[in-house]
């Protein structure tokens, strides 16, 4: 079994339990409605965006220890399902409209997790080679 690091697991159950907040919210009455985030009071009235931000960001990041071919596969996966599941509430889910915005968000969450885990490989092998 692979050794995780305290970070690694704080941000897989993070990710876990903002994916199950969403999809309770959307497909049920339950969800981001509750905590209030379509709100004014969140984030200024961007509490929608910073979920949706948060989602796909920490998504992205939790396939940082995937060489990088296999990580950029899935980015692009996570790029596909930003735009598909707005695309999938404005045509098939009832009730639910989806939102350019909040795709637009998706998608460059996962885009600015790239140059960021550049930054961080080379830092780690900068690190390992002044050892």
């Given at each position: 079994m692979?050794?995780?690091?305290?970070?690694?697991?704080?941000?897989?159950?993070?990710t876990l339990c903002i994916v199950f907040i969403g999809l309770g919210s959307l497909f049920t009455g339950i969800g981001l409605s509750a905590f209030n985030l379509k709100g004014s009071q969140f984030f200024f009235?961007?509490?929608?965006?910073l979920f949706h931000f948060a989602l796909f960001h920490l998504s992205g990041?939790?396939?940082y220890s995937l060489?990088?071919?296999k990580r950029r596969f899935v980015w692009c996966l996570l790029i596909a399902l930003g735009v598909g599941s707005e695309l999938a509430q404005t045509y098939w889910i009832e009730g639910r409209d989806g939102s350019m915005s909040d795709a637009v968000v998706?998608?460059?969450?996962?885009?600015?997790?790239?140059?960021?885990s550049l930054l961080f490989s080379s830092l780690r092998q900068?690190?390992?080679t002044s050892k």
């Open positions: 692979l050794k995780q690091s305290p970070l690694s697991i704080v941000m897989f159950v993070s009235g961007h509490g929608d965006l990041w939790l396939v060489d990088l071919g998706n998608v460059l969450s996962v885009l600015c997790v790239y140059p960021l900068h690190h390992q």
